[in-house]
């Protein structure tokens, strides 16, 4: 057997010390007839991974081992006193207060560890800081346990936990502590559970039950038995029966009714060995342990099918205790670290430790034997007729050269490679030399002849003569040669394959002795030839190729017997078998199992998933499936199907935050309900997670898969990897959900694992901050509100106060102004000073009407639209009513409340004074019309009459109409102007609702 994983041993003086101690003790206990047992159930053919003392970093010497519910490995680590904790990806170890050895430990059904320790024993709990701890049960006791060392054993029974040691057994029930003292002189060791009871080994007495009646010890009948040859492990047998194995003196069928004692014949361990303990594995057979020749395995008849030791990849062969989990896997804690043993596997090897040490090149059967060729020599598989589920191998006696191929036909085996030789049907060397042979194949006929390929040359060799004769020289070097079926009488049709010129068809005649090749490239020179799919097909490393002959010319085609994934440019093919409706393909070092339903292709390559041999060739055989390889030979046994759909689960291990855990044994807890349902609430500044998780899935870490996603982070689930921990940082406040699932080397995905937490929102973004928040804005609102109102306020109080100012300072003295005079005018004869006085008069005229003007358009008082209406027909009415000009004035459908800007309202009516000026000044109209209209935001105002229009130098490009565009402009309006039977003004205003 191989060891797949093995690390270096170390040992520290202390531990040594201590290893011999506890070597010569465990001898002691032997002859004193008290051996130790702890019984558990399942087995099958092993592969080991070994955890060395360097990997879980604690004591070498592991005592005891347990699976709890959920999946995970508990460990009792002698020496330093500790529990190891493992979950596929990390070890966590859990110190016990007092100094000493951790020696035995069970699980009860809500997974909690009980500890049976150096002179104390309790359980593992968890405190409220998410440590875990051990919880002492002794110092509950009625009274101090007189003379106990250490608990050798720890059972869980029903309702009840036992913990024996020599001077006596504690019972642990409803947290209630009893001690069970042994008679007088007697002691107690090892517990062995029984349904809802226990028997107890008791040396120089034999066999004890545990009454729970009147709770007491009582000599089962035919007990006594026992007490001289001791008890190692009592398990079950039949349903009757018990299977009683001692220490040296065999396995023994034991009847507690009728008292009777049958000695089980046949195999049994050498009488050197010490046997530790027994478990009874899944498929019914037993699994022995030992403390100095590893482990047996026997069938219920007591044959032996098994024996392994250090000599088979077991790191030594002192076994403390041996345990089966519930996915198959049986666990060995020993004197130096832990073994994980794939007893379940299909898969058996052959290797240096079972006879020959060296790679295998191919592999061949002869006669009822399977013949291995190697790089050093030939073996062969023979059947072991004591531990008939092993296979040892012995060497061919004269073949010891590189085996690289070999032809078994007419009751003789050929072989050649870096020589050639002929065995017979004893397996008995009749022929051999060292012509090198790099291929062979016998040609059909009654003359017991052989075609050889060697290096660049065809020869035919005939055994009657014992004489080669040369044939061509091929200019290559032949990796295949295989012969075409013809009708007697024919010449010989031989294909050949080569390193790189491709193929060859070669004829020969019927004896052999003459003929001639032509040869044919390839996609790929390297070229292997095979019948196997019902044609000639040529296996290369660019794909599989179809190889016909028609017209005295070759047809080469991709050859689609093993479907697309084979015609893949980058898929190269070594070996090809068919076998029933399946073929057998060896590619990319890999075994693939090829096969076509309802047109579906099926690729199953997980036979060999937990091989690690280096795969160079395959031999189908029957129930069994050859595999060689670099390291060695796989050999698959098909009547041992392993379901590899079992579910198994992920677990989330670690959730920490700046370095503190918020997972208590993988769960988060409800301290004051007692349960696991409370979901955790996370302060924002909290908000970066590192996330741990692990699968129970123990097969082949190293292939282990993982995939996750958080619900409210994540969009979907991550591609698969071998990450095993993820850390989240700045996650929003909200309610997360994080799912974790785990897929082994099948791709068998197990059940996910979850975790819900929540992160609260920053001090910015709670509730009772928002509501501050909207109170404060409120308040900015309210005060920026009041402080504009006052402003507009202070300012229209401004704009009448000016107003009035003007009006009644200004306006007055300018009456005034005209007033004195027009008086002056009338009492002055001068024409000059009348002239000149009425100039003076109309300028003051215009003076109090443009003041007029400008007070009504900053007094905020006539804001309003229908000021703004009732000015403009005044204006209108008081200026053509002089020409006795008819003015018509439209202003429906407006809305004369509205109010309007100063600058809207102000440069409104100055460019309809400049309008109407014009009209009254140049046009000679006799009507003039104005239309006032507001259109969505537009106020807009039309004015036209029917007068002789503009003359561009009096009008047009006057200054008024400059004036006009300047302010339309100025308010962002629209003006269009039209001279057709008199002039006709446009002005639209943006103005707000």
């Known amino acids: 057997m191989r060891v797949l994983a093995r690390s270096p041993n170390y040992y520290y003086i202390t531990s040594i010390m201590k290893s011999l101690v506890n070597t010569w003790f465990w001898i002691l206990l032997f002859w004193m007839g008290i051996p130790p047992t702890w019984a558990q159930h ?35 680590a002698g020496g330093e006193g500790s529990v190891l904790e493992y979950d596929g990806q990390r070890w966590k170890k859990i110190r016990m207060p007092k100094p000493g050895g951790v020696y035995s430990l069970d699980i009860d059904k809500n997974g909690r560890v009980w500890v049976g320790a150096y002179g104390d024993c309790g359980y593992v709990d968890t405190d409220s800081a998410g440590r875990d701890v051990f919880r002492s049960i002794t110092a509950d006791l009625p009274e101090p346990i007189p003379a106990v060392t250490n608990f050798w054993s720890t059972a869980v029974i029903g309702e009840d936990v036992f913990f024996s040691a020599f001077g006596g057994i504690v019972r642990y029930h409803d947290r209630q502590v009893q001690f069970i003292k042994p ?31 009147n709770q007491k010890m009582s000599l089962l009948k035919g007990g006594e038995f026992f007490g001289k040859t001791g008890a190692s492990a009592v398990l079950p047998y039949n349903e009757h029966e018990k299977l009683v194995v001692t220490r040296k003196s065999g396995c023994f069928r034991y009847d507690p009714v009728a008292g009777s004692v049958t000695k089980m014949e046949g195999a049994w361990p050498e009488k050197t060995s010490f046997v ?149 049907k004893k397996f008995s060397l009749v022929y051999h030399d060292d012509y090198v042979t790099q291929a062979l194949c016998r040609l059909k006929g009654p003359k017991q002849t052989w075609l050889l390929g060697a290096r660049n040359r065809l020869v035919t060799f005939d055994l009657s003569t014992k004489l080669r004769k040369a044939l061509f020289e091929l200019h290559d070097e032949v990796l295949s040669l295989i012969q075409e079926d013809t009708a007697p009488g024919d010449s010989l049709i031989i294909w050949a394959g080569f390193y790189t010129r491709g193929i060859a068809r070669i004829v020969l005649s019927p004896s052999g002795d003459a003929g001639y090749f032509r040869y044919l490239s390839m996609p790929d020179g390297y070229t292997f030839l095979s019948h196997a799919t019902g044609h000639l097909s040529a296996l290369t490393m660019k794909g599989l190729y179809r190889v016909t002959w028609n017209d005295n010319d070759f047809h080469v085609s991709r050859d689609s017997t093993l479907g697309p994934l084979f015609n893949e440019t980058d898929r190269n093919v070594f070996q090809l078998a068919r076998e029933d409706s399946a073929y057998w393909v060896l590619s990319r070092s890999h075994i693939l199992r090829v096969t076509q339903n309802a047109g579906r292709w099926s690729y199953d390559s997980t036979l060999f ?92 870490l190293s292939k282990m898969d993982f995939s996750w996603k958080m619900e409210g982070f994540d969009d979907d689930w991550t591609a698969w990897n071998t990450d095993n921990r993820v850390t989240y940082t700045n ?131 006539s804001d309003r639209l229908q000021d703004l209406i009732r000015r403009m027909k005044i204006f209108a009415n008081s200026l053509f009513d002089k020409k006795d000009v008819r003015v018509k004035f439209e202003t429906s459908q407006l809305d004369v409340n509205m109010t309007l800007p100063i600058l809207i309202k102000q440069n409104f009516y100055l460019i309809y004074k400049e309008a109407l000026n014009n009209i009254f000044k140049h046009s000679n109209a006799t ?52 001279i057709e039977d008199g002039v006709k003004i446009h002005l639209s205003v943006p103005i707000k609702n």
């Not at 007088?184 to 004890?208: E, H, K, N």
């Not at 596997?345 to 061949?364: D, E, H, T």
């Not at 997972?663 to 609430?681: E, H």
């Not at 259109?935 to 130098?953: C, H, K, P």
């Open 42 to 76: 399942r087995l099958g053919i092993p592969t080991f991974q070994h955890f060395s003392p360097n990997a879980y970093e604690a004591f070498n010497q592991v005592w005891s081992v347990r699976q709890d519910p959920r999946g995970l490995m508990y460990f009792a």
């Open 183 to 213: 008679a007088p002189g007697a002691r107690f060791l090892f517990i062995f559970p029984m349904d809802s009871s226990f028997w107890s080994f008791v040396p120089d007495q034999g066999l004890f039950e545990w009454n729970r009646t």
């Open 276 to 424: 530790s303990g027994a478990i009874l594995l899944s498929d019914t057979t037993y699994l022995l342990h030992t403390v100095n020749a590893g482990f047996y395995v026997l069938d219920k008849n007591g044959r032996l099918l098994m024996h392994i030791t250090s000599a088979d990849g077991l790191p030594v062969d002192n076994i403390k205790s041996a345990y089966q989990s519930k996915d198959g896997e049986v666990w060995l804690t020993t004197e130096n670290g832990i073994v994980c043993c794939d007893l379940l596997n299909p898969v058996s090897y052959l290797n240096n430790g079972r006879g020959f040490k060296c790679s295998v090149i191919s592999l061949q059967r002869f006669g009822d034997q399977m013949f291995i060729g190697t790089t050093q020599g030939l073996y062969r598989a023979a059947q072991n007729t004591k531990e008939i589920a092993l296979l040892t191998v012995e060497k061919i006696v004269g073949v010891d050269f590189r085996t690289g191929n070999m032809d078994s036909s007419g009751g003789l085996l050929a072989i050649g490679g870096a020589e050639f030789a002929i065995l017979d």
């Open 731 to 861: 996650l929003n406040e909200g309610v997360y959900l994080f799912h974790v699932r785990s897929r082994n080397q099948y791709h068998v995905i197990g059940t996910e694992d979850r975790y819900r937490f929540v992160v609260k929102p920053p001090w910015w973004r709670t509730w009772w901050f928002r509501l501050i928040l909207i109170a404060m804005m409120t308040s900015l609102l309210w005060v920026l509100y009041q402080y504009r109102v006052n402003r507009l306020l202070a300012m229209e109080r401004l704009r009448v106060k000016i107003a009035s100012d003007l009006h009644d300072d200004i306006g007055a003295d300018l009456s005034k102004i005209s007033m004195y005079s027009e008086l002056i005018q009338h009492e002055s004869g001068s024409e000059d000073s009348k002239t000149m006085l009425k100039t003076v008069g109309e300028l003051s005229r215009n003076v109090v009407s443009s003041m007029s003007d400008i007070v009504w358009s900053i007094d905020a008082r």
């Open 609 to 700: 998933y937990n091989v690690d041999i280096g795969e160079t060739a395959f031999a189908p055989d029957g129930r069994y499936f050859w595999a060689a390889g670099t390291d060695g030979i796989a050999l698959y046994d098909r009547m041992n199907q392993r379901n590899v759909l079992r579910t198994y689960p992920a677990l989330i291990r670690s959730v920490r935050i700046k370095g503190d855990s918020m997972v208590f044994r993988g769960r988060y807890p409800d301290w004051q309900n007692g349960t696991d349902q409370k979901t955790p609430t996370i302060a924002h500044a909290l908000n970066t997670f590192s996330i741990g998780f692990s699968a129970s899935d123990y097969l082949n």
């Open 927 to 978: 009507e003039v019309e104005i239309v006032m209209r507001i259109q969505g935001r537009q106020l807009s105002m039309t004015i036209s009459d029917n007068g002789r229009g503009f003359v561009e130098s009096e009008g047009l490009g006057g200054h008024g109409m400059k004036n006009i565009r300047m302010r339309a402009e100025t308010l962002r309006g629209s003006l269009k102007i039209a």
